[in-house]
């Protein structure tokens, strides 16, 4: 097994406050812009939809990363990573909503649309891979997922709220509807940038 | 060659054990569906039209069961036929469905008014009418590409003589022709009313003229001389209040153009 990293409580602390702000998986990295374009319309509904991204996230984390370093690695199957995970990840959404569905059918009547909608997102694949690409410990990789996580949530959030106020202005016919809100995600996306290199010189 | 073999056995474990698991979970945490929902399902039609207010023919079954109070009469595709089989599978009383047609309220053929353009664009209605507000001379009326009459679930509209034509006998009222429609041209009225203002031009009268001669010029004939007071002239154009028309046909002898018209406008389900 290769050396893994281990960071001490401050270098978890970087890794998740970049995950959020600096390497944003949906402004910086664009990924998961369909579910991001698609649910960001209402702010509770997009709040359901991040709170169940966080969570699948870091619950597919929990499970993958066992699966690489247990299973993948020490057989040199490491190639078989993307198509392992992809299985993994939506055996796991399917059973989460069945047992969900069961056992707490207020969670999921509010989170169960979006469940689906998960299984396939490219962003949840991303942190698993991602996480193994950087050597990152476990716990390391739950932190960076937390922070994938999070930082979805925030994207969502203030995406929910530009698109209430854009719901107020007059849209030039020609870019309403969907244009409009590409070129909102995309200033959006670049406000994001601002971000890149603050986080690592702040706890330098 | 002992590599490949073992990543087809290892991924097919991961897969057995995940179906597996799957499989195990769906028997042991099923949840109980209403036993009635199957039933109740079948008594609608499956168009998923939408024209009762729910998602699909699924969400309206899922209400019905669930909710109180819904009525059984809002499929208007399904008619008195499936408002009955609700009724008594649910125990609730029968209600009489309104049969809704769709009617368009546009005659502007190619003899009466012309197009102002030769369109050569993407063949729908909704793409032309960005283009300088349609391709007829009249920015109200019918293009005749035929939006409508490629979302009808039930072939009941035919495109003639450069507009659309609404065959109501074959109409199920679903509404679906209304929403694509770029100019609202289509109503979905109560399939019992005959008369119809067959024109949608609020501009003025002398304007109206020059683009279609089939258009409401707004004289007010038919306002003064209707015997109940039904009709009414509001934005240069005709319009009738069903409340009180009594389908007497009068102010469709008295209109000058003809764009009011008396008719038989019965849906599929009258006999």
């Known amino acids: 097994m290769e050396a893994l990293i281990h960071p001490d409580f401050k270098g978890l602390v970087v890794i998740l406050m970049s995950a959020v702000f600096v390497n944003n998986y949906v402004l910086q990295k664009f990924l998961g812009i369909c579910s991001f374009l698609g649910v960001s319309k209402k702010l509770d509904q997009a709040t359901g939809m991040s709170l169940a991204v966080i969570f699948v996230m870091m619950l597919s984390t929990a499970v993958t990363w066992p699966i690489q370093y247990y299973l993948l690695n020490p057989n040199g199957l490491g190639y078989m990573q993307t198509i392992v995970f992809i299985l993994v990840i939506a055996a796991l959404v399917q059973l989460v909503e069945i047992v969900l569905k069961k056992y707490i059918p207020s969670l999921h009547s509010a989170m169960g649309i979006y469940l689906p909608l998960i299984t396939t997102n490219c962003a949840v694949l991303a942190v698993t891979i991602l996480n193994v690409d950087k050597s990152y410990g476990f716990l390391a990789s739950m932190v960076n997922s937390l922070g994938s996580g999070l930082g979805y949530f925030v994207a969502m959030v203030m995406f929910a709220g530009v698109r209430s106020r854009m719901e107020g202005g007059e849209t030039p016919e020609s870019f309403q509807g969907l244009p409009i809100l590409l070129v909102a995600a995309a200033i959006v996306s670049v406000s994001f940038f601002g971000f890149a290199g603050v986080i690592e010189n702040l706890f330098s | ?271």
């Open chain 2, 1 to 271: 060659m002992e590599g490949i073999l073992f990543a087809i056995i290892s991924v097919t474990a991961i897969g057995v054990i995940c179906a597996v698991m799957l499989a195990v979970a769906s028997k042991v945490m099923a949840v109980k569906e209403d036993e009635r929902f199957p039933a109740v399902r079948a008594c609608l039609p499956g168009a998923n039209c939408g024209a009762c207010g729910y998602a699909g023919c699924d969400g309206y079954a899922h209400a019905l069961i669930e909710e109180e109070g819904i009525k059984t009469n809002l499929c208007v595709p399904g008619a008195d036929g499936v408002s009955k089989a609700l009724s008594e599978l649910l125990g609730v009383a029968f209600e009489d469905v309104i049969e809704q047609v769709a009617v368009i309220k546009c005659r502007g053929d190619c003899s009466v008014t012309s197009p102002k353009m030769d369109y050569q664009g993407i063949d729908s209605c909704k793409a032309a009418k960005l283009l300088f507000g349609g391709t007829g001379k009249c920015a109200f009326g019918c293009m005749g590409l035929g939006d409508c009459a490629g979302i009808c679930p039930n072939d009941a509209i035919c495109l003639e003589n450069g507009i659309a034509h609404i065959n109501t006998r074959q109409c199920i009222g679903c509404g679906m022709c209304a929403s694509v429609c770029p100019n609202k041209l289509i109503t979905i009225m109560p399939d019992v009313e005959k008369m119809l203002v067959t024109c949608s031009n609020t501009e003025k009268g002398a304007v109206t003229r020059k683009e279609c001669t089939h258009g409401c010029i707004a004289c007010k004939k038919c306002e003064k001389e209707c015997p109940v007071g039904a009709v009414t002239v509001v934005d240069n154009l005709a319009r009738i209040d069903y409340d009180k028309c009594t389908d007497c046909g009068h102010c469709a002898e008295v209109c000058p153009t003809g764009c009011i018209v008396k008719g038989d406008f019965s849906g599929i389900h009258s006999a």
